[in-house]
């Protein structure tokens, strides 16, 4: 049974950070393309962050040079840290699992991904 459990979500003021986790069950992470994803109040779900199974990373252009994603293999966890937040950062971020595959390149794209999380509200002010 394939389980995504985010937390470390919360409300914090521009320029300050947070680190969000996501738990997997089911299956080893490490093993495969693993995103996260967010979406704004009435916006669309879009790609923030990816690392592959190579330990690859890509990121959103809104997001270069202050997201960085990482996994502890022993844990079986993933992470997203996110430094120099502003408001249009504010949505609910979602951790995803490609367990069919993906290319690298379509790491970023919704439907590369099979499993999601419940997401986590991140507000920042």
């Known amino acids: 049974h394939v389980q995504l459990v985010e937390s470390g979500g919360g409300s914090v003021r521009a320029g300050e950070s947070l680190r969000l986790s996501c738990a997997a069950s089911?299956?080893?992470?490490?093993?495969?393309?693993m995103g996260w994803f967010r979406q704004a109040p009435g916006q669309e779900r879009e790609g923030v962050a990816a690392?592959?199974?190579?330990?690859?990373?890509t990121f959103a252009d809104s997001v270069k040079g202050r997201f960085t994603a990482s996994q502890d293999t022993t844990m079986n966890t993933l992470y997203l840290q996110m430094n120099g937040l502003t408001p249009e950062d504010t949505a609910i971020y979602y951790c995803a699992a490609a367990t069919r595959g993906t290319p690298f390149f379509g790491a970023l794209k919704l439907n590369s991904y099979n499993y999601w999380g419940q997401g986590t509200q991140v507000t920042v002010s």
């Open positions: 089911g299956f080893t992470t490490r093993h495969n393309c």
């Open positions: 690392i592959d199974l190579d330990g690859r990373t």
